[in-house]
């Protein structure tokens, strides 16, 4: 057994068909108002809680969007301000709960979050602001939500496209969890466990949306892939994503499914371990290529070409993952970073680089 540190979330989960339920209850332990935040295709849904919060509800504002822009946070915490509200409770994906994680970062105000997505933000002390057309990331646990309350029948409506790269971007958090640099046995646990419960029920929930045990076990799935997100560090994948969307404006989930497989089949040879594990939960021959699989599926697009990626800027993204060194397993070197991203480029199976080719 390898030398680890584990640090537990402190988060409260309730889990289940039904959960949203206990809503008042659950808010009324975090906040005596709360000021509800949802996108604007949402905030029916999110109109729908404050009816359920009753007296706890300070208002809605149904304006978050994608990558957390400063004047929405400013917008939204001018809101806050002016309701009154000591608590925030984000019911949406990750562009909802990460406005609520910028206003909490601001003014320390406690957050609920109800999770309809699989992209795990709510489990994590990772928070993003965009500001003049740059993203900047940040740690801080006082940004965790309090409570996340996650009910697979707010899911039901997702849609099948949106299922499979937001599941999928479950699943990338936890490859990459298990060879993180401060990997723990607990996590990688949840890491495997996740890619299973994901692997089994994500082409059910595109082929029948309604399938309320698939998508149970997707919110499942998403749950530990947040924790596994939120609890150690990432390698190569999640800095190729992040360039990618901040660089050229690529979608979120589908840069993370359609490069997963390709980071992983890179790393394979140096995370022989983590590997082995990517395979055993897919019930597959090897990890990149049951990824790949996955994604294959999945009906989501499998080239960096079909969510327009500009092909002349490969080039520039590898420039750009080579100048600020960070942990990876394998090394990272240009020649093979340039063919893995060509490979997602053109949505090709991924090819798993020997160990020698990595290290150029
Ligand atoms: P999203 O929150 O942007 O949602 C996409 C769209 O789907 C929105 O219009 C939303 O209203 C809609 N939607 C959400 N749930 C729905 C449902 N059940 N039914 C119908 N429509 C629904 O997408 P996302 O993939 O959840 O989040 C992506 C963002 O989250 C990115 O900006 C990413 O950087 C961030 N993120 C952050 C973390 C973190 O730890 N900080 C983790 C993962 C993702």
């Given at each position: 057994?390898?030398?680890?540190?584990?640090?537990?979330?402190?988060?409260?989960?309730?889990?289940?068909?039904?959960?949203?339920?206990?809503?008042?209850?659950?808010?009324?332990?975090?906040?005596?108002?709360?000021?509800?935040?949802?996108?604007?295709?949402?905030?029916?849904?999110?109109?729908?809680?404050?009816?359920?919060?009753?007296?706890?509800?300070?208002?809605?504002?149904?304006?978050?969007?994608?990558?957390?822009p400063?004047?929405?946070?400013?917008?939204a915490?001018?809101?806050?301000?002016?309701?009154?509200?000591?608590?925030?409770?984000?019911?949406?994906?990750?562009?909802?709960?990460?406005?609520?994680?910028?206003?909490?970062?601001?003014?320390?105000?406690?957050?609920?979050?109800?999770?309809?997505?699989?992209?795990?933000?709510?489990?994590?002390?990772?928070?993003?602001?965009?500001?003049?057309?740059?993203?900047?990331?940040?740690?801080?646990?006082?940004?965790?939500?309090?409570?996340?309350?996650?009910?697979?029948?707010?899911?039901?409506?997702?849609?099948?496209?949106?299922?499979?790269?937001s599941?999928?971007?479950?699943?990338?958090?936890?490859?990459?969890?298990?060879?993180?640099e401060?990997?723990?046995?607990?996590?990688?646990?949840?890491?495997?466990?996740?890619?299973?419960?994901?692997?089994?029920?994500l082409?059910?929930?595109?082929h029948?949306?309604?399938?309320?045990?698939?998508?149970?076990?997707m919110?499942?799935?998403?749950?530990?892939?947040?924790?596994?997100?939120?609890?150690?560090?990432?390698?190569?994948h999640?800095?190729?994503?992040?360039?990618?969307?901040?660089?050229?404006?690529?979608?979120h989930?589908?840069?993370?499914?359609?490069?997963?497989?390709?980071a992983?089949a890179?790393?394979?040879?140096?995370?022989?371990?983590?590997?082995?594990?990517?395979?055993?939960?897919?019930?597959?021959?090897?990890?990149?290529?049951?990824?790949?699989?996955?994604?294959?599926?999945?009906?989501?697009?499998r080239?960096?070409?079909?969510?327009?990626?500009?092909?002349?800027?490969?080039?520039r993204?590898?420039?750009?993952?080579?100048?600020?060194?960070?942990?990876?397993?394998?090394?990272?070197?240009?020649?093979?970073?340039?063919?893995?991203?060509?490979?997602?480029?053109?949505?090709?199976?991924?090819?798993?680089?020997?160990?020698?080719?990595?290290?150029?």
């Amino acid at each position: 057994m390898q030398p680890f540190t584990y640090q537990a979330l402190p988060t409260r989960v309730v889990f289940g068909a039904g959960a949203f339920a206990r809503l008042p209850e659950e808010a009324a332990a975090v906040a005596t108002r709360l000021l509800v935040l949802a996108t604007p295709e949402q905030a029916g849904l999110a109109e729908d809680a404050g009816g359920r919060l009753g007296d706890l509800c300070a208002g809605v504002f149904a304006g978050a969007v994608m990558h957390v822009p400063v004047a929405t946070v400013d917008a939204a915490e001018a809101a806050l301000r002016r309701a009154g509200a000591d608590g925030l409770l984000a019911i949406g994906g990750g562009s909802t709960t990460g406005l609520a994680k910028a206003i909490a970062l601001r003014t320390g105000v406690p957050i609920v979050a109800v999770p309809t997505t699989y992209a795990g933000s709510e489990m994590t002390p990772i928070w993003g602001l965009t500001e003049d057309g740059v993203k900047r990331t940040g740690r801080d646990r006082g940004v965790l939500p309090r409570t996340a309350i996650y009910d697979p029948l707010l899911t039901l409506s997702l849609p099948p496209r949106l299922s499979a790269v937001s599941g999928l971007n479950a699943v990338a958090h936890c490859v990459e969890g298990l060879y993180a640099e401060n990997a723990n046995p607990l996590v990688s646990i949840m890491a495997e466990e996740s890619i299973r419960a994901i692997g089994r029920s994500l082409t059910r929930v595109i082929h029948t949306p309604d399938d309320l045990p698939a998508r149970s076990d997707m919110l499942y799935g998403a749950w530990l892939g947040g924790v596994v997100l939120g609890s150690v560090g990432m390698a190569l994948h999640h800095k190729l994503c992040h360039t990618l969307g901040g660089t050229f404006n690529l979608p979120h989930a589908e840069t993370h499914a359609i490069v997963l497989p390709h980071a992983a089949a890179y790393n394979a040879a140096a995370a022989p371990e983590a590997m082995m594990r990517v395979a055993r939960a897919l019930s597959s021959k090897d990890g990149p290529g049951g990824l790949y699989d996955l994604l294959a599926g999945s009906g989501a697009p499998r080239g960096l070409k079909d969510i327009g990626m500009p092909e002349d800027g490969l080039d520039r993204v590898v420039e750009l993952a080579l100048t600020n060194p960070y942990y990876n397993p394998a090394p990272l070197a240009e020649g093979p970073l340039r063919a893995l991203l060509g490979n997602a480029f053109e949505g090709r199976a991924p090819v798993v680089a020997p160990p020698a080719e990595a290290v150029a």
